[in-house]
């Protein structure tokens, strides 16, 4: 953590968790949710147990990504195994690395991936904890949903966080990627909460944000007697527009 580059990051990761853990945004409370930047072998990461909003970046340590990665493709591991792997990974800092650690390896490994935010928002998680979570993935609603989170976001089923989920959510996205060319800016994970990707922490916030409202949006029409999502036609025309390209490069760019 001696050259600028890493200092620089450790900043941009702390204030993206102290954003997500505002209290008007509703997407986390306590110790819930993790924030993760990628820094090419390494990646920096809030710690096990603290809040996002301390604010604090002696609530952050970097692990060594290309080790964590090994750990998800080595097959079984305990507890215990997991627990001390995760310390042995540390390169810097105090605090014990999350087994969300383990998630956001797998998320840092898709092409582009720079900063990962992991929440838990109320609209998101009612339907995520409902017989509806899949509305989130059967369908693009409107055009600025098509624009920030594309066209095929991904659900996950709920598996017992750690290494399982780790596994799953990497053997999905491979699969994913296969059968839609791209890997999605959105995962939601069953009963739990969702991971935005982004290229840099903007996208990574954009991403939440749109996916929160069209978790709103969702609520709002299934109340008023249920959704009517776009046609594939019209969405591949959206997310195909060039000045829906533009717009989205420029998002990016904020």
């Known amino acids: 953590m001696t050259d600028y580059h890493s200092i620089d990051a450790l900043k941009e990761v702390s204030s993206l968790s102290a954003w997500a853990a505002e209290p008007q945004r509703d997407l986390v409370i306590l110790a819930e949710g993790n924030a993760s930047i ?11 147990g603290a809040s996002m909003g301390s604010g604090g970046i002696a609530e952050f340590v970097e692990v060594d990504r290309v080790r964590l990665a090994e750990l998800v493709n080595g097959g ?11 310390l042995a990974a540390r390169l810097w800092g105090e605090r014990r690395p999350s087994v969300e650690t383990l998630l956001h390896v797998v998320c840092q490994a898709l092409d582009g991936v720079v900063a990962v935010l992991h929440t838990h928002p109320t609209p998101v998680n009612a339907l995520l904890c409902s017989t509806a979570a899949n509305l989130l993935v059967s369908g693009s ?27 799953l959510v990497n053997a999905m ?19 739990h909460g969702m991971f935005a990707l982004g290229s840099g922490v903007a ?6 944000q749109m996916a929160v409202k069209t978790a709103q949006v969702i609520l709002g029409a299934t109340s008023v007697g249920g959704v009517v999502p776009l046609s594939p036609d019209h969405a591949l025309r959206i997310d195909s527009r060039p000045d829906e390209l533009l717009r989205r490069s420029e998002l990016r760019q904020r």
């Open 38 to 48: 990628n820094l090419g072998q390494s990646m920096l990461i809030k710690g096990s």
């Open 76 to 86: 079984t591991a305990t507890d215990d195994e997991v627990a001390a792997e995760l």
């Open 141 to 167: 609603y409107f055009p600025d949903q098509i624009v920030t989170l594309g066209t095929n976001p991904m659900l996950v089923p709920y598996t017992d966080p750690g290494l399982p989920l780790a596994q």
């Open 173 to 191: 996205l491979a699969e994913h990627i296969g059968a839609t060319g791209s890997a999605p800016k959105v995962i939601y994970l069953q009963n």
């Open 203 to 208: 996208e990574a916030i954009q991403v939440t």
